[in-house]
């Protein structure tokens, strides 16, 4: 629940949804704004998302709640906030590719969080950050990165996907764990229930093709001529 549990969490996620749109849309329309202050920008992300793990991890830890079938980070969203995390601080290129599509998963997210719309009560603000972020970094990489999306990229990431989603499905049934949702299945499990794990897992990565290759079709061509601020 949230922290500030004062705060009805429909209104907190309407809200949310309104500010992402806003951001994605002042990414297009306030390049020269944000390409000055780009550095201020990335060190409150960076701040934010290092806040956002430590209350996430260290939290769960100091309570004595830890555990390995159900706290380690190997979930879709959660690896991305890992990996954005480690591109705000070191600008390593390397990864913007997967930032750019995998990332993406952050903006589903938000939309339409694991579960049951009434899942909404459960978010927290470390939900939220990091999705926010995640949902608007492919715009902020292609804008003001001087990222190009390649199809070479596209296979890449969705067959990591792959990779990633039918290798744990024999490690959850070995530890009794739950990691990308590979039991619950999310929305698919409440329209299709009883499906097996390769399935969903084959249903998971095919959609995530479709939707990165929205992304990809959508930004290819494109080419944002701004002055590039030196990170």
Known sequence: MLYFNFINPYIVYAFIIIFTACTIHAIFNYRIFISKHKKIILLIVSGLLIWTQLARYLGVFLKGEFTFTESLPFYMCRLSVLVLLYYTLTKDKRVESFLFYWGATGLAGIIYPNGSIGNIVNLTETFYIDHFFLSIMPFFLVVYQGYKPSLKDLLIITGLMAILLYSFIPIN?????????????????IMFP??????????HYLVAFVYFSIFYFGFRNKNYKIEQVKL
């Open 173 to 189: 049934n070995l530890i009794g764990s739950d990691y990308f949702y590979l039991k619950d299945q999310s929305i698919i499990g």
């Open 194 to 203: 009883g499906l097996s794990s390769y399935i969903f897992a084959t249903i």
